[in-house]
């Protein structure tokens, strides 16, 4: 049968887990760190327009998470799926496997759209007090959710490039939309000759033209023709039973900053604006953690369906190590300059006065986030879908916000500590979890680690 493959995802059950990191994960990574740049380069240039400009920005931020959630929740259930078929040597299956997950992000980008329209002023009321920042954040986000058909079809290109074992060709993609982005965006917002000066709207803009045009590239080689029709149903309930917990796991970032925002903006806006930068921030210290859980889920189905549980363990502890080290660079540029990281966004001396402390109590939080983060990946890998729910509501909804509510009442500071207060309560509960599933293994597979071997 002749190989429908452009890159052979077999290496993922026989090349060693560090050479097998190395060589998918920093394109990943790169791709990450220029997917943040939509964002960060939209709020770089917002804040230098306007401050109530940048916390518009901070305010549709949930909803941009809420795509990216449906967007990539979807693309890791087609790629999962696509690196059991491969595992299995059923290639057409695989590539059904793509084409229905092209159709579903269309179907999505249409129902969020229209949701866009009827919800999206009901949504920044409950976030913002200012009617500046609110008809800043009602223009910016009509045209980032309407025009994210890019967004969508990419977040499926891309997870169909990454599970046979294509790491470049979305990096590529991803470059040549960020620096779209960035040329054409402080051009829109402040204008020049016969441009006009649009501000946000021009942000918005320049976003949604990167976006798509990534979404160009990736799909010129992603495309795959979708099954017939009536076995349709059949790949998207099986998109979506691997695909749900990611779903679930990035819409919880929704989820809890509309909930974290709508405390704060009880003690003023400026704290809904720090808010919103530590996530900007944020991203480039969680990038080696957030691409290392999207490059392992292929290389841990496959290992796991062929039933090499040690090298599925070998897998989860080298990635604990990697994140690991670059998460204490996190931590290093938190505590010693806070203030210097905030100044990038904003020039205002409260933003800084909030920040600093809150910039210092979250930094804390970033080792047991490693594995907060990493745990619920590894069951959503293995086909177990709800550990990884568990586990993720357990991190942003059960013990974040009520310990965020709580010490609210202690004054604003002491809200930030439940930042590391909820990382470490899900570690806890997530290494319970990963050796109980390993204690499966030997039970049900007379599974036997290998050091146990060699006693």
Known sequence: MKKELHNDPTFFGTDSIPKILLKIAPPVMLALLIQSLYNIVDSFFVGRYSEQGLTALSIVYPLQLIITALAVGTGVGVNTLMAKYYALKNDKKANNTAGSG???????????????????????????????ALSYAYTYGMIVCVGSIGLFTEGIFSKVHQAEGNMVLPTIAQICGA??????????????????????AGAAIATVGGQILAAVITGAKGLRKPPKPKKFPEYTGKIFKLGYPSIIMQSMYTVYIVALNMILVKFCDEAVTVLGLYYKLQTFFFIPLIGLTTCIVPVLSYNYTNHSFDRTREVMKWSFIVTIAFMFVGILCFELIPVQLLSIFSKSEKVFEIGKTALRIIGTSFIPATFSLMLPIFFQAIGRGAPSVVLTLLRQIICLVPIFYAFSFMGLNYTWIAFPLSETITTIVGFILYFRQINIWKTDYGYVPKKSQTK
């Open 102 to 132: 092209f159709i579903i992000s269309i179907i999505l980008w249409v129902l969020f759209a229209a949701a866009t329209v009827f919800f999206l002023k009901p949504y920044l009321r409950t976030s913002a007090s200012d009617p500046t």
């Open 179 to 200: 620096v779209f982005n960035c040329i054409v965006d402080p051009i829109l917002i402040f204008g020049i000759g016969p441009i006009p000066k649009m501000g946000v």
